[in-house]
């Protein structure tokens, strides 16, 4: 059977990888620029390299517009609400997403109406799509949990290796992950970025994880950091999948300042502190007190009297909030116990018996 990823930004492509990594599949691109984008960032990543050929070695990837009818055959799994036109005699779709955040799907929610099947990451997921009016009957939801979690859970991840591709230098130092949205969602990076990096460097190491769409800022901070003068801070370009991944990002901190970002529920499988930077965006879901990031981590707020070293030194010293943040997280996301990508798998195969 064959297998297609599709998504409208590189770096959504993240959430389906730990099924390529598995299962193989082509990468879908709609335009020729995404194209030349992926063959950059994901240069090296295929994980066949002895089956498929292919130019700077990426994953297999080919270019279609899926405004018009596709010529597929077999399954689309897209990261992305838009419809996909396909013959649905000849190929199912499956809607996967890319993030379980409080922030609205964009666009029209219709297109989640147009998919043969849906991959359910956990209640939290249904709530968003309650909220909206979507209703996608019972039959149409397959219950996988969180595929990103797998290597995460399962100590997959080599923390030393990342902390040297980083650069990190002082290890005796706590590492802060700031990792804000952008513009959509009242990304803080511009407001807080300066503030944090004279204060928290004064204590800890800080990596600066900007939304995709804001890692064009990463060049003039660093050369803003070394005009100041200021050491221990460190940057993880998201459009690196292979190497910034925020599983890879999330394993080598221990702290987590973060926005509206999705990053703030992902986190949670870490059980570290997590720090909510308001940005005052409002258009959010409305999510059940047992789904609210809000209720569970700590709240920083600019003002004059604000200090977000002394915040983070007492969520690290603090009362352990473990426990609360474990709830949280399996009240949000099925499953958490490493074989959530096995799931998505089964259920894969299960199509190509039918």
Not at 98 to 116: I, S
Not at 268 to 289: K, Q, R
């Amino acid at each position: 059977m064959n297998i297609y990823y599709y998504a409208n930004q590189v770096y959504e492509y993240s959430f389906s990888r730990p099924i390529y990594e598995h299962l193989g599949g082509t990468f879908l691109v709609n335009k020729y620029s995404r194209l030349i984008r992926f063959k950059k960032y994901l240069r090296n990543g295929n994980n066949f390299p002895h089956k498929d050929k292919i130019f700077l070695n990426t994953p297999p990837v080919i270019l279609r517009d899926i405004s018009k009818p596709t010529d597929l055959d077999g399954v689309i799994i897209s990261q992305s609400n838009t419809t996909i036109n396909r013959d649905s005699k000849r190929c199912v779709a499956i809607f996967m997403g890319h993030g379980a955040g409080d922030k609205k799907y964009g666009g029209t929610p219709a297109p989640l109406q147009t998919y043969d099947y849906h991959f359910i990451s956990g209640n939290k997921h249904l709530e968003k799509l309650m909220d909206l009016g979507v209703h996608i009957p019972e039959e149409k939801r397959v219950k996988i949990g969180y595929p990103k979690f797998d290597d995460y859970v399962n100590g997959r991840i080599n923390r030393e290796k990342h902390l040297n591709h980083l650069g990190i230098k002082d290890l005796q130092r706590k590492n802060i992950l700031y990792a804000p949205t952008w513009k959509w969602g009242n990304g803080t990076l511009h407001k807080y970025v300066y503030s944090f990096c004279r204060e928290l460097t004064r204590e800890f190491n800080l990596i600066i994880r900007p939304h995709f769409f804001e890692r064009k800022y990463i060049l003039s901070l660093k050369v803003w950091t070394k005009l100041n003068k200021i050491k221990h801070v460190y940057f993880s370009n998201p459009a690196n999948l292979l190497q910034n991944s925020t599983m890879n990002d999330f394993a080598v901190s221990d702290v987590l300042i973060s926005d509206t970002s999705s990053i703030l529920y992902e986190y949670l499988i870490t059980g570290n502190p997590i720090i909510i930077a308001e940005s005052g965006y409002l258009d959010v879901h409305n999510m059940p007190a047992t789904m609210d990031i809000h209720r569970v981590a700590e709240r920083y707020y600019e003002s004059s009297d604000s200090d977000i070293v002394a915040m983070v030194q007492e969520c690290l010293e603090g009362p352990d909030k473990r426990k609360d943040y474990e709830s949280l997280l399996n009240n949000c996301f099925y499953f958490n116990d490493g074989s959530c990508t096995e799931r998505a798998i089964d259920f894969l195969s299960s199509l190509e018996k039918h």
